[in-house]
């Protein structure tokens, strides 16, 4: 999977998430670290990445689009530490896979995750 891991969570889960199968990069690395959501999103969009955020403002983006991409991860844990959530994340990305591949919405914690598949409506 391609992910782009945005500026609220810690560039340190790249390594991770490369180790683990993914091609990963941190929006620091791709664009403007004071780029609007929209950008990344239309960034994510546009070059086949999913978004993983700490940002509930990608769920309204989402809804407001209507489209069925990007996908989006929300991680929501308020320790974002990159070990503690790491490997929630990847158990995530491979669980859901399919969903991602199709369009999804996912709201997550260490325990659970939600998932919306897209469009949203």
């Known amino acids: 999977m ?3 891991v945005d500026m609220c969570l810690p560039p340190g889960l790249v390594p991770g998430l490369v180790e683990a199968g993914n091609e990963a990069v941190h929006w620091s690395q791709v664009g403007d670290p004071k780029a609007l959501d929209v950008s990344i999103a239309q960034w994510a969009k546009d070059n086949g990445y999913i978004i993983l955020t700490h940002d509930l403002d990608f769920g309204d983006l989402l809804f407001a689009s209507n489209d069925h991409s990007p996908s989006v991860i929300i991680v929501r844990e308020k320790d974002t ?6 490997d929630p994340v990847i ?3 491979t669980q859901f896979e399919q969903e991602l591949r199709s369009g999804a919405l996912i709201a997550m914690t260490n325990s659970m995750a939600r998932v919306r598949r897209l469009p949203l409506r």
């Open 2 to 4: 391609r992910v782009v």
């Open 81 to 86: 530490a990159t070990e503690h959530i790491l």
């Open 91 to 93: 158990r995530v990305l």
